[in-house]
């Protein structure tokens, strides 16, 4: 009788019913910032996912505390580094409604102008980078071509290439420059002419469409209950603008230009096709604040304020519509010339949460295209 051998392979403990965990980042700027994200993966596919957050907290809520009224513009400006004007304009609209007080109508149209060109910076970084992240590297060239034009003009106006530092309880820094509504004028009509270059080359190309319809698909009701805003909402169907539907500034008089823009679908397409149809009409909301600049006669830009500025005792609560979404202003004074406390709602610390729920169920392959899709930045996660 010829003798047997047996061989054992070992495969693994229970190999079958094991998921790997595994660690995307924590990594640096160059993506969206120092964001981790832990999946757990059953194969090639995310069972669970869970984003690590904090790598940039730098406690500015606590130091809005220690700092006078005039002093936090500028560390709000700084938690959404695409968002700077917006920032500092929800700040500035909180503390002038604990003073009850009325801003000039030169400065409220000049706010809604310069809002609207730093909505149209904000896009066109993401309008580039997406892509890119997809392997397509035209448009990225493009985009930051399309910026510097926009730059240009926000650095005239105020000295600040990201950091404005514009804003002012009661109005603005000061007055525009010489000639510059004529040279702003310009550069919305340039870039207004180059932006079919995303409607075709980046909409138009098949991979595009193909790596991002129906990957990622965000139900409403998922945007309700994690209090996801701006066109990432818009993209699932949630029809909500706070400058339409709770107007500040001057887009109560705008309702003509200003339109919302949403898309049934709540994929990564979609929320693509808002951010780029939101780009268009920020274009066209800008032409209309010139146009009203013009017409306003001469007059002034800001409040004369005391050399001590104190909020009377009490809290408010303001919120703006910004490139990301809603950020929103929590302010409680003791009548001190410093806030007792300052609590910032931002966009993206919200629109992040939402990939508890984008992400399982969902390829490795396709992580990238969600994430990206949610446009956020990590500082306005962070704060």
Known sequence: MTPTTETTVGIGGAAESTDMVLNIG????STHGVLRLRLTLDGERITSAEPVIGYMHRGAE?????????????????????????????VVLAVERMLGMEVPPRAVWTRTLLAELNRVLNHL??????????????????????????????????????????????????????????????????????????????LGNEIFRGRTRGVGVLAPETVHAYGVSGPIARGSGVDFDLRRDEPYLAYGELQDTLQVVTRKEGDCLARFECLLAQTHNSLDL???????????????????????????????????ENPLGINGYYLVSKGEKTPYRMKLRSASY???????ELLPGTLVADMVAILGSLFFVVGDIDK
């Open 62 to 90: 606590k130091l809005f505390e220690a700092r006078d009224y005039r002093q936090i513009i500028m560390l709000a400006n700084r938690h959404d580094w695409l968002s700077a004007f917006s920032n500092e304009l929800g």
């Open 125 to 202: 970084m993401f309008l580039g980078s997406y892509p890119l992240e997809l392997g397509g590297i035209t448009p990225i060239f493009y985009a930051f071509t399309e910026r510097e034009e926009l730059q240009h003009v926000m650095e005239e106006v105020s000295g600040g290439r990201m950091h404005y530092m514009f804003n002012r309880v009661g109005g603005l820094k000061e007055d525009l420059p010489a000639g510059w509504t004529t040279r702003a004028r310009a550069s919305v009509a340039a870039l207004r002419s180059r932006m079919d270059r995303f409607d075709d080359l980046v």
């Open 350 to 356: 919200n629109n992040i949460q939402a990939l508890v």
């Open 26 to 29: 924590p990594q640096h700027p």
């Open 286 to 320: 800008a032409d209309a604040c010139l146009d009203r600049l013009a017409e306003l006669p001469p007059g002034p830009i800001n409040q004369r304020l005391p050399k001590v500025l104190k909020a009377p005792e009490g809290h408010t609560y303001a919120w703006t």
